[in-house]
């Protein structure tokens, strides 16, 4: 199988969807003549011209905005917020208006746009340009949530999201756009709402999210050789969230551990940990621990920046602290 | 134009009585009273197959791109019956696509960029339809306004924006928060043509959009099109506007749209009395068959909610 950048295989998605759909247009900050801060469009504006593929004004309203009434008027949008931190000055238009809009409306109106964004924790980029928080999109119903991984599921979710007919939010991991893995020649898609089992174990179950899945692989081979086998798995959407994978696992081990970029307070491991909790109690046989990061702003200073994130080390010394 | 001018004026005022005096309706509703004649004539320049965007204070604009009233009372009442199944509600009651009004938002200024975002699918289309949008004078302030109109003039989209400048943004008078010379003045900022028509004369409207929709039709652009206008009550259904100059609301007053556009058919004998008491009558029915209907519709079951979060692939 071919070997492909997780940014190679965005832009893969991308061109395969635009050749596939007409209504398919592109909308960002320096997505066409730049091709794209990480490159993840390049090629496309010189193949599908500028009416496919707009630049826009640094305009973060304007570009949500927009997305939502060409998808109104319907187009099938993909819209680049170039980092994650930007979306808070679009939210109104991903929160109070597309969300809400199949609703609203009885069910009349369909909002089908891909909303993508990259968080750069792990980049030395600071505090306003590195933040992840995934979790606000638990709280507004009607929006679907995507965190590939891996170049192949990067590849197959955002043709998945795509094709949807609401709106979603595909976040992607700055650090993994030159990471590379397998993709597969030929049509595929990831289906939205499914865990990807990425390893098996007995002894305690690693659910990770986005770029702490590598650390969680990682933590995993190592504890394998203190005798600890670990189910690694990776939800790749948190909404819908495919808990039922989830269950089984802890069900198996009666130990979990969540492992996510976002702070701890409010985050993805919370949501877990409460559905968890709340489906399973019973079959636990320890706390769920949560590696996230902390409850503070990322700081700029590389080392500084490294011991905030969650890593491997950390994932590990949570397993030990679970079976002792 | 009258005709539906009459129909935005009496659904209102019955809703405004279906508040405040029969204590049937609750929630938040910004009636369109008094500023009739910018739907009508604006929304009388565009063709069917147009589409246009709304706000909270859209139950003339829905009106007047042809939404019946029976579902829009029902919407009111939060009916299954309504525009919006009830889940909805007043501020949303303008959602229509059944008759190309697409979407209403509560949020001051968002829908801006919203039909930026309209004009592009519609100029991309290429069958020359256009798009128009409704704000006030308040949601100029906004960002969203800005960053929609200098969007849409960078991409020369067939937008048709309608600022429906009532002098108010609740009790924050225009004159005071927009450090513009007009609404319309910000459109030179944008390299977009601005115009201003008088908002409480449909054919001042009618004429002033009749020129920018063509010339968005044309491939030559969107229009910041500014109408003076002012609501004969005050922001929302429970505020009597108490704010305002008594001078100033009498002076509005005497330039009622509909009683300026009767006199002056009568003037050029192009009606009747007799017509407008016909109007009047029709439309009185309708009205009250709206309210019956809406009375007598059921409420979505609650169990039947979850289905409308997400469209089902």
């Known amino acids: ?324 | 134009m009258l005709r539906k001018m009459i129909e935005i004026r009496r659904f209102e005022e019955r809703v405004e009585r279906l508040f405040l005096q029969e204590g049937a309706l609750i929630g938040p509703s910004h009636l369109y009273l008094g500023e009739e004649a910018v739907a009508a004539g604006a929304i009388g320049a565009l063709n069917d197959d147009d589409l246009t965007t709304s706000t909270y204070r859209g139950h003339g604009h829905a009106i007047a791109k042809g939404a019946p009233m029976k579902p829009l009372m029902a919407e009111l009442f939060g009916k299954s019956t309504g525009t919006c199944k009830g889940l909805g509600g007043s501020m949303h009651i303008a959602i229509y696509p059944e008759k190309g009004s697409m979407y209403a938002t509560a949020i001051v200024g968002s829908g801006i960029p919203i039909a930026t975002g309209v004009g592009l699918a519609l100029q991309k289309e290429g069958k020359r339809r256009v798009a128009m949008t409704f704000f006030g004078d308040g949601a100029s302030n906004t960002g969203a306004f800005h960053e929609g109109i200098n969007l849409a003039s960078v991409w020369k989209v067939p937008v048709i924006f309608v600022c429906e400048n009532n002098m108010y943004a609740m009790s924050t008078r225009a004159d005071y928060a927009v450090a513009a010379e007009s609404v319309a003045a910000r459109a030179q900022a944008y390299k977009m043509r601005g115009m201003v028509a008088d908002g409480n004369d449909p054919v001042s409207v009618y004429l002033a959009a009749k020129e920018a929709i063509g010339l968005a039709r044309n491939g030559q652009g969107p229009t910041l099109l500014e109408c003076m206008t002012y609501k004969l009550h005050g922001h929302g259904v429970y505020d009597r506007g108490d704010y305002r100059p008594k001078e100033e609301v009498e002076a509005w007053l005497k330039r009622d749209p509909i009683k300026g556009l009767e006199a002056n058919l009568l003037k050029a004998n192009l009606a009747t009395q007799g017509d407008f008491d016909r109007i009047e009558k029709e439309v009185a029915a309708e009205v009250e068959g709206a309210v019956t209907f809406a009375k007598a519709s059921p409420v979505l079951p609650f169990d039947e909610l979850a289905e409308y979060v997400y469209v089902r692939q």
């Open chain 1, 1 to 324: 199988m071919p070997e492909l950048t997780y940014a190679d295989a965005l832009r893969e998605a991308l061109r395969e969807e635009m050749l596939r759909d007409p209504r398919v247009v592109l909308m960002g900050e320096e997505i066409g003549v730049f091709e794209g801060v990480y490159k993840v469009t390049r090629g496309l504006l010189k193949e599908f011209g500028p009416e496919r593929v707009r630049d826009t004004p640094i305009s973060e309203a304007a570009i949500a905005g927009a997305a939502v009434g060409a998808a109104l008027g319907g187009l099938k949008p993909v819209a680049e917020i170039m980092y994650m931190d930007f979306v808070t000055i679009c939210l109104d238009q991903i929160a109070t208006n597309a969300a809400k809009m199949h609703f609203m409306s009885g069910g009349k109106l369909k909002v089908p746009f891909v909303l993508r964004t990259q968080y750069s924790l792990g980049r030395v980029h600071g505090a306003q340009h590195s933040q992840f928080f995934p979790s606000i999109f638990f709280q507004v119903p009607g929006l679907k949530v995507i965190l590939p991984s891996t170049p192949h599921d990067a590849k197959g979710l955002l043709k998945a999201a795509i094709r949807e007919d609401n709106p979603v939010v595909f976040i992607e991991s700055g650090v993994l756009y030159r990471t590379k893995g397998p993709v597969p020649d030929g049509e595929y898609v990831v289906p939205l709402g499914q865990c990807d089992v990425k390893k098996t174990g007995n002894d305690v179950t690693i659910v990770a999210v986005s770029r702490t899945v590598i650390e969680a692989l990682a933590a995993a081979t190592k504890l394998e050789e203190q005798g600890i086998t670990a189910d690694v798995i990776d939800p790749r959407t948190i909404q819908p969230l495919d808990l039922t994978t989830i269950l089984e696992s802890v069900k198996k081990t009666g130990r979990l551990i969540i492992a996510s970029d976002d702070v701890k307070c409010g985050g993805i491991g919370s949501e877990i940990a409460a559905r968890v909790v709340e489906e399973a109690f019973d079959t636990l046989d320890a706390p769920i621990l949560r590696v996230a990061s902390p409850d503070m702003p990322v700081p700029f200073s590389p080392t500084l920046e490294q011991a905030y994130m969650p890593n491997a080390q950390k994932i590990i010394e949570a397993a030990q602290r679970l079976i002792g």
